[in-house]
C-alpha cells in the first residue's frame, strides 16, 4: 500500500479530493465509492470548492455510499443521505438519481444486499473509493469479527464505533445496527483512498499497514489489493515504522 503522511487536515483534504477530481476529469462518467464521518469532510470541501471554480463537473457521476444506519428515516438529519446530502450532494451538480444508498430500513437484507451488488455490477464496478478507518479497524461498518465479510449486510455495531458516533445523536439514540458494504465489496473498487487522522486511529492504522491479515482489524484486508493509497497526518502515521 503506498502511504502518504501530510501535516493536517488541510494538506490532506487537497490531495485527496484532488485524486477524486482528477479521477473525474479523466473520466467524466466515474463511478466513486464515498464514505461518511469525519474524515472524507476536507477532500470533500476540496471537491466543492474545485467545482464552484469550474474546474471539474460530477454530472455524470454515480455515487455508491458505504453504509446507511437501520432504524433512520431517510431524511434524519443523522442518515448519511443528510449526510451525503449537507456534505457534498447539495453543493456540486451531481444528479441526485446517481447517487446510491443501501436502505437502511429494508424488510429484505439479503434482497437489498444483492440489489446494491448488481447496481454497482451494472454501473461498471467502482473506479475509485474513499474509506475512513474506525478506531478499531473497521471499514464501512464491517467490525472487527471472526470472518472477513463478502456481500454487504446489517451490521450489529460494537461500543467502540457507538462510543465514537453518538457525538453526532442529540435528539434520539445511535441506532445499533447499520446496513453495509462488506470487504469483499469494498475490496471489487479499482481503486482505494482511505484517510485517517488524529492518535485515536494511530493503532488502527498500524494494525492496517503493518499487522497481520486478519478480520480482528477489517481494514487488514487492504494489505491484499492492488492499488491502495493511505493518507495519514502524522498523528495517525505516529506508531508506523519508520
Ligand atoms: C462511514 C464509514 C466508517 C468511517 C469510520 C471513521 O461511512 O464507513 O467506516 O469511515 O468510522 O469515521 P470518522 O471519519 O468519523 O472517524
Known amino acids: 500500500m503506498k502511504v502518504i503522511v501530510l501535516q493536517d487536515e488541510a494538506a490532506i483534504g487537497q490531495a485527496v479530493g484532488g485524486l477524486f477530481c482528477e479521477a473525474v476529469r479523466q473520466k467524466p462518467d466515474a463511478v466513486l465509492g464515498l464514505a461518511t464521518g469525519a474524515s472524507p469532510i476536507p477532500a470533500y470541501q476540496h471537491m466543492i470548492s ?44 451531481i444528479l441526485p438519481e446517481n447517487t446510491h444508498f443501501l436502505d437502511g430500513n429494508t424488510a429484505d437484507e439479503r434482497a437489498e444486499s444483492e440489489r446494491f451488488r448488481a447496481l454497482i455490477e451494472q454501473c461498471g464496478g467502482i473506479d475509485l473509493q474513499l474509506l475512513g478507518i474506525g478506531r478499531n479497524g473497521h471499514i464501512g461498518f464491517n467490525e472487527p469479527a471472526e470472518a472477513f465479510t463478502q456481500e454487504a449486510f446489517k451490521a450489529a455495531l460494537t461500543p467502540s464505533t457507538i462510543a465514537a458516533n453518538s457525538v453526532y445523536f442529540t435528539d434520539i439514540p445511535m441506532p445499533e445496527y447499520a446496513m453495509t458494504m462488506g470487504v469483499g465489496s469494498i475490496l471489487r473498487a479499482k481503486k482505494i483512498v482511505l484517510v485517517a487522522t488524529g492518535s485515536a486511529k494511530a493503532d488502527a492504522v498500524k494494525a492496517m499497514l503493518e499487522g497481520e491479515i486478519t478480520p480482528r482489524c477489517p481494514a487488514s484486508a487492504l494489505q491484499g489489493h492492488a492499488d491502495v493509497t493511505v493518507c495519514l497526518d502524522t498523528a495517525a502515521a505516529a506508531l508506523l515504522q519508520k
Open 50 to 93: 474545485q467545482y464552484k471554480a469550474g474546474e471539474v463537473s460530477f454530472r455524470g457521476v454515480t455515487t455508491f455510499n458505504l453504509d446507511e444506519y437501520c432504524g433512520l428515516p431517510e431524511e434524519h438529519p443523522n442518515s448519511y443521505r443528510s449526510f451525503m446530502r449537507a456534505e457534498l450532494f447539495g453543493q456540486i451538480d
